[in-house]
């Protein structure tokens, strides 16, 4: 069982910065398309950016060019480090473990291409 444990969140003011970090145990990173996920109370969780197999990322739309995924693979960890922040970035933030096919993620962005979760971090962004 793959185990993903998120830290890194908290609360900052609006165009603010956090870095979110998911340390992966027990499988190495390179077998899975990493990505973050989050949810706002009363809302679905969505993508919000993915790493593939030789280092491709995706974004959402939402945080591109504010949002960064990064890995090391040495270190088995994935990086979410998010730079101006809005408050419609407030969420529980989520690692996710998911497929791949020929060394790329597989419809990044939906839950169930996700085969592992992590337990999730707040990040509360106040105007």
């Known amino acids: 069982q793959v185990q993903l444990v998120e830290s890194g969140g908290g609360s900052v003011q609006a165009g603010g910065s956090l870095r979110l970090s998911c340390v992966v145990s027990?499988?190495?990173?390179?077998?899975?398309?990493m990505s973050w996920f989050r949810q706002a109370p009363g809302k679905e969780r969505e993508g919000v950016a993915a790493?593939?197999?030789?280092?491709?990322?995706m974004y959402a739309d939402s945080v591109k060019g504010r949002f960064t995924i990064s890995k090391d693979s040495a270190e088995n960890t994935v990086y979410l480090q998010m730079d101006s922040l809005k408050p419609e970035d407030s969420a529980v933030y989520y690692c996710?473990?998911?497929?791949?096919?020929?060394?790329?993620?597989?419809?990044?962005?939906?839950?169930?291409?996700?085969?592992?979760w992590g337990q999730g971090t707040q990040v509360t962004v106040s105007s």
């Open positions: 790493i593939d197999g030789d280092g491709s990322t």
């Open positions: 027990r499988y190495s990173v390179k077998y899975f398309c």
């Open positions: 996710a473990a998911g497929d791949k096919y020929a060394g790329r993620c597989v419809d990044w962005s939906a839950q169930s291409a996700v085969r592992f």
